[in-house]
């Protein structure tokens, strides 16, 4: 990622941040303009993401459930955040606020400095989630294409990205293909394509190797950082794996459950997410890293009762 972070390093232990009222990401460069009688006057670059003291209350028949409680999160343009958590913290309800497939109940959120609708509309992000959702009368191409299609952008340049995009993620050979004719691990591959259709600044990613096989999994892994280093976009992905989010993110944000919130924030301070490669997984830092998050997870999950870090891979 384009995001700086501290460089690898011996093997203290990253130390986790509690949860306060503000969680930030690394600081970015300053775009600077000229005001008027010439001074220049630093403004600093939307966050991706920006929540402040969100909530979310679902009405049901039973009752209400209170999904998220005043929850802060800033995500810096081009950094990746894992947001893990027991299984009913919020993760992918606090995923679909900032996607706009619901509005949250309190509080404020931005994306890119909009709101999530006006971010929407501008195309400022892509979606993969855990099933591909590939349409199955549809290539792999076309697949790949369809959100162009949906905005209009014409024929040609359609083709010319969908090739672009299955190059990108080595399926220039599958283009013709039709989604049944894949892998799991393949058609993950062509949604990830899909989601960089529109060169988004930012990819909302929901548990997405969920289903896959572990060593497919690491693959998808280490393309997903290589992916998003060309692409320099933003990532908020969900995910129950603690490895997982160690090797994809410069921080990790832990939730707890009932009512959802962040419980703590662990910065990843292992080689810069463009640089990390497989042998990362057998450095100590790597270890310590995931040390610290399962810790985190153990004190966020504390006095909320028994198997309350259920859903979570604590290896
Ligand atoms: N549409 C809805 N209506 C009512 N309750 C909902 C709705 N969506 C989510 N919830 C509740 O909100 C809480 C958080 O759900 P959410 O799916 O965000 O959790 P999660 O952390 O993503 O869980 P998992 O790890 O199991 O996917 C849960 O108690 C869930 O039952």
Redesign the pocket.
């Known amino acids: 990622m384009s995001v700086p972070v501290p460089m690898t390093g011996p093997t203290t232990s990253p130390a986790t941040s509690p949860a306060t009222s503000s969680v930030t990401g690394p600081a970015t460069s300053t775009a600077t303009s000229t005001a008027a009688g010439g001074a220049h006057v630093s403004t600093p670059p939307a966050a991706a993401v920006h929540a402040v003291g969100v909530g979310?209350v679902?009405?049901?028949r039973a009752g209400t459930?209170?999904?998220?409680q005043d929850v802060h999160l800033t995500v810096a343009a081009g950094e990746f955040v894992s947001?893990i958590?027991?299984?009913?913290?919020?993760?992918?309800?606090?995923?679909?606020l900032v996607a706009d497939l619901?509005t949250p109940s309190s509080g404020e959120l931005t994306v890119f400095g909009k709101s999530p609708r006006v971010a929407r509309e501008a195309q400022d992000y892509g979606i993969a989630f855990q099933q591909a959702g590939l349409l199955p009368w549809r290539t792999v191409a076309a697949n790949v294409a369809l959100p162009l299609e949906l905005h209009g952008v014409g024929r040609r340049e359609r083709a010319a990205r969908a090739a672009e995009l299955l190059a990108l993620v080595g399926l220039t050979d599958f283009a013709a293909h039709f989604p049944h004719q894949l892998s799991g691990g393949m058609q993950q591959r062509v949604a990830i394509a899909r989601a960089l259709a529109e060169r988004p600044s930012l990819l909302l990613m929901?548990?997405p190797f969920g289903a896959l096989d572990e060593m497919t999994r690491e693959r998808m892994q280490t393309e997903l950082v290589r992916l998003c280093a060309e692409s320099g976009a933003a990532v908020v992905f969900?995910t129950?794996s603690i490895p997982e989010a160690v090797f994809l993110s410069d921080r990790v944000v832990v939730?707890s459950?009932?009512p959802?919130r962040i419980s703590a924030v662990v910065p990843v301070a292992l080689a810069a997410t463009d640089s990390r490669t497989e042998d990362l997984r057998e450095d100590r830092a790597f270890f310590d890293a995931v040390t610290a998050v399962r810790e985190a997870l153990h004190a966020g999950s504390r006095g909320a009762g028994p198997g309350s870090a259920r859903?979570?891979d604590l290896r």
Do not use: N, Y
């Open positions: 979310k679902f009405t049901t459930v209170t999904a998220l947001l958590g027991p299984s009913g913290c919020g993760k992918s309800t606090l995923l679909r619901d929901d548990e969900v129950h939730m459950p009932r959802g859903g979570v």
